[in-house]
């Protein structure tokens, strides 16, 4: 994304990605879900304008999921597992990821090694193995953790060097969006228009996506 685009994508973000809370559901989906912070429509079109990494879930989606997370983040791996509990029984999500870095230096590097294996096909790998697998400490031990999930290392450290700019870009977008949503941490994660309070339960996500099915479509373009 070049520059002049990027500014005009994160001063929209800023200043459209705010909450709605009053009136939020109707009818049904009022009484299936607490009132919960929305982002407004024109945010919601920020945050999903390419490039993101729609990773997961269902190609022909009418709900889509965007969490905001870092591979270091307790929270993040909990919530891990109900996630893919969630997609696996409904065809009709798509799941967003944000890589949001912000518990130091290992949780960067892993990031942006997690970003550079997209051009071999394997962001998808490396996101699961370095969420799934123990507490990152250092940039050794997260490179035998990809290598061992099958990327192709010489490579990755070609694209981590080839694409630095374009790494930097897309975590510094990730960065803004989260500061816009004013979100206290990671996960931060957004059903629909929703913004959860925190991690939740699978039937709460069941509920809550019925909610949003209930208010309309709000998927990625």
Request: charged share 20%; with cysteine.
């Amino acid at each position: 994304m070049r520059p002049a685009a990027r500014r005009a994508l994160f001063a929209a973000i800023a200043a459209l990605a705010g909450v709605m809370t009053q009136g939020a559901f109707g009818g049904a989906a009022r009484a299936a879900v607490p009132e919960l912070q929305q982002v407004t429509p024109a945010g919601r079109r920020a945050i999903l304008t390419p490039p993101v990494m729609r990773a997961a879930g269902g190609r022909h989606a009418d709900i889509t999921i965007v969490e905001y997370f870092d591979y270091n983040c307790p929270f993040c791996r909990r919530v891990a597992p109900t996630l893919a509990q969630l997609l696996a029984g409904d065809r009709k999500i798509a799941l967003i990821y944000k890589d949001w870095p912000i518990l130091g230096a290992p949780s960067v590097y892993a990031a942006r090694s997690a970003l550079a294996a997209r051009w071999q096909g394997k962001y998808l790998v490396a996101h699961d193995a370095l969420l799934d697998g123990p507490r990152l400490t250092g940039d050794e031990q997260i490179d035998a953790i990809l290598r061992r999930a099958g990327i192709d290392m010489p490579r990755l450290k070609k694209d981590l060097a080839a694409h630095s700019a374009e790494i930097t870009a897309a975590l510094a977008r990730n960065d803004a969006e989260a500061r816009a949503l004013e979100l206290d941490g990671t996960p931060g994660i957004i059903v629909g228009s929703t913004i959860l309070p925190g991690i939740v339960d699978l039937g709460f996500f069941k509920r809550l996506v019925a909610a949003e099915r209930a208010s309309g479509p709000s998927t990625a373009e």
